[in-house]
């Protein structure tokens, strides 16, 4: 029920389209058996540096042609330093490869003011690759306006069947848009546009299987991640496993292509079962895809010893999972030294399969091993995060917490203590963001010594959370973990005497709040839709409806703020006028919504007849025409009348002949939606809104010339039919903006 557009491949003339953001080697789907890693080839290494000197020297020429004619050259110059770009990137060059990225969607976008839809499509894929290069030098948030525009232009592109226009492109998009989502920590929002680029992919490849079923297959991989992110547990292993069916098939016709990806999506599944609980099932998998990455590294070493490493370490946590720590020790070992050996490319993977490693020697036992391990992790996290400044730095504070908590194990907690302030003091000027997180960790872990440690962890964190509270910023996420560690301290009245002494304040609404009332207005608060939340709220109507669910609310709104807020007011209307009357509309709102999503016409009728209310809902402004059509022809016809106008083109235009006759403007409408959104009849559809328009006297604002540039995508005989209606009408109705029918007759090329 979404327009799907062309299925060209090039995603804009000058610089080719770029399949971008499916590969299963992706970010979304870790390092697997697809990931390629530069070979420590010096004839590689010879051949990358003559490419990016010839990449470079373009540039200079194209950017000396462009001075002297700027019309032909500029266009030339953008493709050059897009390219640059890309090599540099490939390079490992992250923060040169940002400069060319720039440049070269400024140009763009001004050739695309000069010539209004000329270099959409260049313009796209420019915006698409800057995203990508400022994410690599760290700044993950940053790259979502971009990828969100690259997306927009394309699909305006799409949907309205202009030069450039690539649904792969579009589906290309939407993967790397949903990828930079993730990055940013935008889980929830990134999973609708992963679905929406396979629902794109799933068409492209019934029409052309061989060139689409293997994108086909990554994206699904890619959506198997995103849906775990947000703890779609079965969503995931859903995806997953039609990845690997697709790959299976894929590898049967074409192994030395096809295996290495299967591994990968083998490797993705295995995680996903392990995640759901079924280690036998995802060990199973894991078995299949470690033999697989064997087979691929013994070809290709250098470039596939990453991917087998991937999948050894998902392979010890399903041993993990079946209950031997013991037997997991070997593959996560082997991970470790074949990540040693591959060199600085991998440092981030091998400090993870580090700290799987002391994990696993500290159940089996190990205290001392285990200290060894995190250790070594630690310092490669803290080295990692120092080269990129304001990166998330989730794996350091992770690592460290491991290293520090062993430490504890062993009695050492005077050195565990050491590592946060030689952490703590090495990312003061480097990374304040880090060090100041680091700092709430350490007092955090102070609580968890032996006397006399915790009440100087106490006392830290009450007199950081008073500073904190002045600064202008506000509260963020680095306040919540202060709070919730004084909350979750075992001696709560010793931390209100620290707070009233330290502070010569009383104790703060949030700091008396229970740890049950918080968690359960976290769990109202994400709820997975409205009916469950109102049967949420029926359940614990007393503690939600109290003042000290108001205060939780505030302390969530630091996590979420725009979720916290609609609850807020949502907890507000259910206690001034009731559960029904403050839920009915947010549960039509989201009905409504659903009802929009259908797959087709007839899921639609279904839908429609399971939830009758939705008749009544008025639907927002940027509702589809058709849609208002159903609803609008439903409660005045019934269902039977409206929807046998989308499923026939004939009964179709019988209403609009009806219309037409009544001079009804509305129904007119209702048909002209029908017929561009269903039927694909823009021509049509575009004369008959603006014949409503005219009807209703609402003439301001719309162009009865842009009729003209749709003749060419209209039979003949559609043309003629147009002109006759709007003739007739003019003959009938005259008085009615007269020179305005005229405009019209004449734009579809009739005689006025």
Not at 166 to 176: D, I, M
Not at 626 to 638: F, K, N, P, S
Not at 682 to 687: E, I, K, Y
């Amino acid at each position: 029920m979404r327009p799907t557009g062309t299925n060209g491949e090039n995603g804009g003339a000058g610089m080719g389209y770029e399949d971008r953001g499916t590969g299963v080697g992706d970010e979304e789907g870790g390092a697997g058996a697809g990931h390629e890693v530069r070979q420590d080839d010096p004839a590689s290494d010879v051949s990358a540096r003559a490419e990016l000197a010839r990449a470079r020297e373009e540039v200079s020429a194209r950017r000396a042609a462009a001075e002297e004619d700027p019309a032909s050259g500029l266009p030339a110059l953008a493709g050059a330093l897009h390219r640059l770009s890309d090599l540099l990137s490939a390079a490992g060059d992250r923060t040169g490869a940002l400069p060319p990225a720039k440049e070269a969607a400024r140009i763009y976008a001004e050739l695309g003011m000069k010539r209004p839809g000329g270099f959409q499509a260049e313009l796209a894929l420019a915006m698409g690759s800057l995203g990508d290069r400022v994410a690599d030098t760290g700044d993950r948030a940053a790259a979502v306006p971009f990828a969100k525009q690259s997306v927009r232009l394309q699909r305006e592109l799409v949907e309205e069947e202009q030069p450039g226009a690539s649904v792969p492109a579009l589906a290309a998009y939407l993967l790397n848009y949903a990828t930079r989502l993730g990055g940013a920590g935008e889980v929830v929002e990134a999973v609708p546009h992963a679905e929406e680029a396979v629902g794109l992919l799933r068409g492209l490849a019934e029409e052309d299987p061989e060139a689409f079923l293997p994108r086909l297959a990554a994206a699904l991989h890619a959506l198997g991640h995103h849906r775990a992110a947000v703890s779609d547990a079965s969503g995931a292993i859903e995806a997953a496993r039609e990845a690997c069916g697709r790959f299976r098939a894929l590898a049967a016709r074409q192994p030395e292509v096809f295996r290495p990806e299967l591994a990968t999506a083998l490797d993705g599944l295995a995680g996903h079962l392990d995640k759901a609980g079924d280690a036998g099932a995802g060990l199973r998998v894991a078995e299949e895809a470690v033999a697989l990455c064997r087979e691929s590294a013994a070809r290709h070493p250098a470039a596939r010893r990453p991917g087998l490493a991937a999948a050894l370490r998902t392979l010890a946590r399903s041993l993990a999972g079946t209950g031997d720590p013991q037997e997991a020790l070997p593959p996560v070992r082997e991970a470790v030294g074949l990540l040693r050996e591959q060199g600085d490319a991998v440092l981030a993977d091998l400090a993870d399969s580090l700290q799987m490693l002391g994990t696993y020697v500290e159940l089996n036992g190990d205290a001392e091993g285990a200290v060894e391990a995190f250790r070594e992790a630690v310092a490669l996290h803290r080295s990692l995060a120092l080269e990129a400044p304001g990166a998330p730095d989730a794996a350091l504070v992770s690592a460290l917490d491991d290293l520090t908590r062993a430490l504890a194990r062993t009695g050492e907690h005077a050195a565990a203590i050491e590592e946060f302030d030689e952490t703590v003091k090495e990312f003061a000027g480097a990374g304040p963001a880090t060090a100041r997180r680091l700092s709430v960790e350490r007092s955090a872990f102070l609580l968890r010594c032996p006397a006399p440690w915790p009440a100087t962890g106490v006392t830290e964190l009450v007199n950081w959370l008073d500073e904190d509270a002045e600064r202008t910023v506000g509260a963020d996420t680095v306040t919540v973990r202060a709070r919730q560690a004084l909350r979750a301290y075992g001696d709560i009245a010793a931390v209100h005497t620290a707070w009233e002494d330290e502070t010569f304040t009383p104790v703060p609404d949030w700091l008396a709040l229970s740890p049950g009332t918080l968690d359960l207005v976290g769990a109202w608060m994400f709820a997975p839709d409205w009916p469950r939340s109102r049967d949420f709220w029926s359940e614990h109507a007393e503690t939600l409806g109290g003042e000290e669910a108001a205060t939780a609310l505030d302390e969530l709104a630091v996590l979420d703020p725009h979720g916290a807020r609609r609850h807020a007011l949502l907890r507000e209307a259910v206690l001034v006028h009731g559960v029904t009357a403050a839920y009915d509309p947010l549960i039509l709102q989201e009905q409504l919504a659903q009802w929009l999503e259908c797959a087709d016409w007839t899921e639609s009728r279904a839908y429609l007849e399971e939830h009758p209310r939705l008749l009544a809902v008025r639907p927002p402004e940027d509702t589809p025409l058709a849609h208002v059509a159903m609803l609008d022809i439903g409660r005045a016809e019934g269902l039977d009348a409206a929807y046998r106008l989308v499923e026939d083109r004939e009964a179709l235009q019988a209403y609009v002949d009806r219309a037409l006759e009544a001079g009804d403007g509305v129904a007119l409408m209702h048909g002209g939606g029908i017929e561009g959104q269903v039927f694909g009849d823009r021509l049509s559809s575009l004369t008959h809104a603006q014949v409503a328009l005219v009807l209703a006297g609402a003439t301001e604002g719309f162009e009865p010339d842009d009729l003209a540039a749709l003749l060419h995508k209209a039979s003949e005989e559609t043309r003629a039919r147009l002109v006759r209606e709007t003739t007739a009408l003019s003959v009938r109705l005259p008085e009615q903006r007269g020179k305005t029918w005229h405009r019209i007759i004449r734009a579809l090329g009739g005689e006025a």
